[in-house]
Nanobody, 115 residues
Framework: QVQLVESGGGLVQGGGSLRLSCAASGIAFSINNMAWHRQAPGKQRELVAFMSSSGTTNYAESVKGRFTISRDNAKNTVYLQMNSLKPEDTAVYYC?????????WGQGTQVTVSS
């Protein structure tokens, strides 16, 4: 079965950096698009970053220029490098595989940014 395991979350001061990792198994990783979503307390989940199987990327306006999504197909892993973090980036971050007929989601990793 498909499994997505995120790591790298934690507590960081505003202006700091974190790198999230997501290891995928049970799926042909290299041919799938990958994405990161997040959900802050009391808010809806939002798409943060997307990377197609061919390497095309897309970002939420709120993170453009600060976050970078990347992937290593040899390691079946997708990353989210987060720089210049702000308190409003505090959320649970989820690694996802948007695919048909269903999406796959990891269990999430907490990112907390202090002011």
């Amino acid at each position: 079965q498909v499994q997505l395991v995120e790591s790298g979350g934690g507590l960081v001061q505003g202006g700091g950096s974190l790198r999230l990792s997501c290891a995928a198994s049970g799926i042909a990783f290299s041919i799938n698009n990958m994405a990161w979503h997040r959900q802050a307390p009391g808010k809806q989940r939002e798409l943060v970053a997307f990377m197609s199987s061919s390497g095309t990327t897309n970002y939420a306006e709120s993170v453009k220029g600060r976050f970078t999504i990347s992937r290593d197909n040899a390691k079946n892993t997708v990353y989210l490098q987060m720089n210049s973090l702000k308190p409003e980036d505090t959320a649970v971050y989820y690694c996802t595989i948007p695919t048909f007929p269903r999406d796959y989601w990891g269990q999430g990793t907490q990112v907390t940014v202090s002011s």
